[in-house]
């Protein structure tokens, strides 16, 4: 069974710091996303890392993938308060033919002035 | 636009009552899919279904049921059998081969009164 695990599940910082929010699976995959959820809203996709050693930036938010580790990070720089939401990792996992997403907990992310 | 249309924004379910939950998509995707979030916590799979009159169950499907007659439609629906039904329900959907990523709609708010 695939696990995704994020850390920290919470997270208040200031603004102008960086920060980098964690995401272990259990499983092989090469496909892993970042999704952004501001409360009550559906998901907004952030980033689609499609193998080994991929990196992506947009704006002040910056992800990278790992498969032999099995980590992807989300690097975020001189944050501001607009970025306060709370991010998902999630890892494609294909079993018999059948592809489904699997989520980690979340991190709700502060930013405060 | 191509896009996922979920309906209702807002729906109150009565106790013992049954209620469906409508996902239409227009992209043309084959797979589709159900989850489940709880205040504060991660995605949950209810239901997915990869091609047209075939679903599988998830990590949490007692209680619910899904139907794909058609391969634009994907309804959940909620049975008196769920014991605490309430919560935010997203539907997503995905083309299986070439994969491009997932679409999300904007989610279903199920309360129980």
């Known amino acids: 069974e695939l696990k995704v695990e994020q850390n920290p599940l919470f997270l208040s910082m200031q603004e102008g710091k960086n920060y980098t929010i964690y995401c272990n699976y259990s499983t092989t995959s090469d496909r892993l996303y970042w999704y952004r959820q501001d409360p009550g809203k559906s998901l907004e996709s952030l980033f689609v890392l499609l193998s080994n050693g991929a990196v992506k930036q947009e704006g002040r938010l910056m992800a990278s993938l790992d498969t032999k580790a099995r980590l992807s990070t989300l690097h975020i720089t001189a944050a501001v308060h607009d970025l306060s939401a709370t991010y998902f990792c999630?890892?494609?996992?294909?079993?018999?033919?059948?592809?489904?997403?699997?989520f980690g907990q979340g991190t709700r992310l502060t930013i405060n002035p | 636009d191509g896009g996922i249309t979920q309906s209702p924004k807002y729906l109150f379910r009565k106790e013992g009552q049954n209620v469906t939950l409508s996902c239409e998509q227009n992209l043309n995707h084959d797979a589709m899919y159900w989850y489940r979030q709880d205040p504060g916590q991660g995605l949950r799979l209810i239901y997915y279904?990869?091609?047209?009159?075939?679903?599988q169950k998830g990590d949490i499907a007692e209680g619910y049921s899904v139907s794909r007659e058609k391969k634009e439609s994907f309804p959940l629906t909620v049975t008196s059998a769920q014991k605490n039904p309430t919560a935010f329900y997203l539907c997503?959907?995905?083309?299986?081969?070439?994969?491009?990523?997932?679409?999300f709609g904007s989610g279903t708010r199920l309360t129980v009164v």
């Open positions: 999630a890892v494609d996992l294909s079993i018999q033919g059948a592809q489904k997403l699997v």
């Open positions: 279904s990869q091609i047209v009159n075939d679903f």
């Open positions: 997503a959907s995905t083309s299986v081969a070439p994969n491009y990523g997932y679409t």
